[in-house]
Each structure stands twice: as C-alpha cells, then as structure tokens.
C-alpha cells in the first residue's frame, strides 16, 4: 500500500514511518530536510520515495503533483503531519508570524489534500494531526492555536464531502509529548516555552505510542482522536461545563508562569 507522509523527519514522523513501515507500506516521504529524509530511508530499507522540500513552496508541490502523474499511487493512507510551534503574546505578534503559521499549519494540509484527492478511493485514510491546542486554546499561542483550529475545521468539512467516496477523514489533536516541535518556535515564544518544555518531558506518551494510538483509533473510524488521557477529559469538561474548563486553563496558566 502507499502511504504518504509530511514532516517525515520530526519525532511523530518519524514513529510514523516506522508503523507503517512495518506494515509493508511504499512510504512517500516528504521534509524540508533531505539529508535526515535519506536517512529515515535507509533505517526503513531504503526503498521508499523521497520529496525534500518546504510545502509553502509551490514548486514542491508541483514535483508532488509530477511524481503522482507519473506513478498514479492509489493512497491507503494520506498524513498531513507538518507543522511548526509559535507563542507569545497576542500584541506582539507581527502579521509574519501569522503567515507563517498559516502557511505550514493550515494552507500546506489545504493544498496536499486537494492534489492528493484524484489519488485517494474507497477505503482510504486522511489524517490531520492538529493539536490539542485546536480544542484547548490556551494563552500565549495565538497565531497557533488559530492555525490549528482552522486545520480541525477543515478536516470536518471534508469528513462530510468526502464520506461519499468512502474516505475516512480523521483529526488527531496529541497534547505534549516529547518531539522537536519547539525547535520551530518564532523569537517571541521562544521567550515563554520552558512550561511547554517541562510538561513534555512529563508526557505519558511518547510519540510511538501516539503514532500507534492514532492509526489504532482512525482504523476504528474515530474522527477526533485525542491520544491523552487527560485530553479526553479536558474535551468532556469543555463540552459540558465551559465554565469548569475556562477556569481550569487559567489555573494551568497561572502555575505555568
């Protein structure tokens, strides 16, 4: 089966191509990094198809598009995986930052899942891996928070468009675990991530047991898939009792800073 996945090369990628891996899949490796791209090939076997390059890019979608022209993949499973980190106050963060987030966070997924549809049928995956941050939107992480929220709407939307064609459209939304999603942080939420930091350290899971989690739970046909226990938890509290939960995060917040 063909699988393809961004962010090949980050910690959840990486577990990710290693799942699928095992499961006998061709994987279509797409990042920015085409040396640690070679290299996740090679552990893999050395067999799969590489694509180094940034999804703002156009040109790297256009490559894309070739390579499907060419081989005409038909997806099992399609995993919009990139993605970078952003924090610091609502008033100091400029309209570049905004866009960057949106570009990688939101429009790379928009773009690929719809130069990907021809390719995918009855039975195939589309996995969005969003963030708890879509649910939760915490403090000091607006552009991301919005960029991620806006990934969980799309992926709804096509959950409805796409059911007639038989694709199951899932959205992951992992809390903190340990990945070198801070790497990515813009100066501003450089400046606050210490608390972002320490509670990945203190994680329940690692990014193997979230990349076995969410495949497990998007075989089952679960939509959102919050791989932390506590996530759940946190999502019935906002649900139910917004209130509850709106004191909560403040109260988190607060032991943060």
Request: aromatic share 8%; proline share 4%.
């Amino acid at each position: 089966m063909d699988v393809l996945l961004t962010g090949a090369s980050g910690g959840l990628g990486i577990e990710l191509a290693k799942a699928f891996a095992k499961r006998g899949a061709r994987l279509w490796l797409l990042d920015r990094d085409p040396a640690a791209l070679e290299q996740l090939n090679q552990q893999l076997g050395g067999s799969h198809q590489l694509l180094a390059g940034d999804l703002t890019d156009r040109d790297t979608l256009a490559r894309l598009e070739a390579l499907c022209q060419q081989q005409q993949p038909q997806f099992a499973w399609v995993l919009n995986n990139a993605g970078v980190a952003s924090g610091g106050l609502f008033e100091s963060l400029p309209d570049s930052e905004w866009q960057r987030c949106l570009d990688i966070n939101l429009m790379a997924s928009v773009r690929l899942s719809r130069l990907v549809s021809p390719f995918l049928g009855k039975g195939s995956y589309l996995i969005n891996i969003v963030s708890m941050a879509a649910v939760a939107n915490a403090p000091y992480m607006a552009a991301y928070n919005v960029s991620k929220a806006a990934l969980l709407s799309l992926s709804e939307t096509l959950r409805f468009e796409w059911r007639p064609r038989g694709i199951q459209v899932s959205a992951v939304c992992p809390a903190f675990f340990q990945t070198p999603l801070l790497d990515s942080l813009n100066a501003q939420g450089k400046a606050i991530a210490a608390p972002a930091g320490k509670m990945m350290q203190r994680s329940e899971l690692s990014a193997a047991d979230v990349a076995d989690y969410l495949i497990e739970h998007a075989i089952a046909g679960e939509f959102l898939i919050l791989p932390h226990k506590k996530s759940r938890q946190a999502w019935r509290v906002k649900r139910w009792l917004p209130n509850l939960f709106f004191k909560q995060v403040l109260q988190q917040t607060v032991k943060g800073h």
